[in-house]
């Protein structure tokens, strides 16, 4: 029930993202009850404008997967292919096109929360002719198995369109070292076990007062719903955050020792 709010809350910490808000409601409906709801912004040109103080109309808006005919395609997604220009050159263009402290936190976050339905929940934003980045969106999926972190959005069976671009990345020191550095200072503050947990914590406290009578309307049980919550809480509490660590470090080939470099374990 609270998956992709977590996600949300997350993101919403950091001053690089884009992420919709949301907040939960109880609804009736001509006097009957109807359970929990959450409303969210909707993810539209108008709430780019809207959260970057810019007008509708200079906003460009394109869910993925995109064409390869599209500016974000050229500009950047497709750049790995284009066999004219030298890695670095591409690299360059590609950090030109997009929010590349944007790009960065977005990869990091869907890794980390093992979103495993990522192909047609893109949404790329700019105004004008500025940068593109990345809105999270969906994250319903995120945290069901633990064995998925980057793996689901990276490995080499990711068939998504946005896979082999940052496959191709990886390859790129420039971007690694950006990355790597990046997620050692997110693992100890945003992303840490203990904040993230605190985070769920919270969730339970807002949402446990209503959810027998949700249940009682929609079937289930309040037994079944803390249970799943704490299966949540549990796998975060068991080291989740060094779990991710090991497996971008085991999808970058990366050694114990460079591991040590910059995770210090």
């Known amino acids: 029930m609270f998956r992709n709010e977590l996600m949300q809350e997350l993101c919403a910490e950091l001053d690089t993202t884009v992420t ?37 109309e200079d906003v460009t808006m394109l869910p993925s997967p995109v064409s390869q005919s599209t500016a974000v395609y050229t500009e950047a997604l497709g750049l790995w292919r284009d066999t004219s220009l030298t890695r670095r050159e591409a690299y360059e263009r590609f950090c030109e096109a997009m929010d590349m402290d944007g790009f960065i936190d977005w990869v990091l976050l869907e890794g980390y929360c093992a979103n495993v339905d990522i192909k047609s929940n893109l949404r790329y934003f700019r105004t004008g002719d500025g940068p593109w980045q990345i809105a999270f969106y969906d994250l319903d999926w995120a945290f069901q198995t633990r064995s998925n972190c980057f793996f689901d959005l ?10 082999p671009t940052i496959r191709w990345l990886f390859g790129i020191d420039d971007f690694r070292e950006r990355l790597l550095t990046r997620y050692a200072e997110l693992t100890e503050t945003t992303l840490s076990d203990e904040h993230v947990t605190e985070k769920i914590d919270g969730f339970r406290a807002l949402l446990a007062p209503e959810i027998a009578r949700e249940r009682a309307h929609w079937g289930g049980s309040e037994e079944g719903w803390n249970e799943q919550v704490d299966a949540l809480r549990a796998n975060i509490a068991d080291d989740y955050a060094a779990h991710t660590v090991r497996s971008l470090c085991s999808i970058l080939g990366m050694g114990d020792e460079e591991r040590m470099e910059y995770f210090g374990f």
């Open 154 to 163: 990276i490995g080499p069976e990711q068939t998504a369109q946005i896979a």
């Open 20 to 56: 919709q808000r949301s907040r939960y409601c109880v609804l009736y409906i001509n006097g009957e009850y109807w359970g929990i709801y959450c409303l969210k912004d909707d993810i539209t040109r108008q709430f780019y404008a809207n959260l970057t103080g810019t007008a509708k």
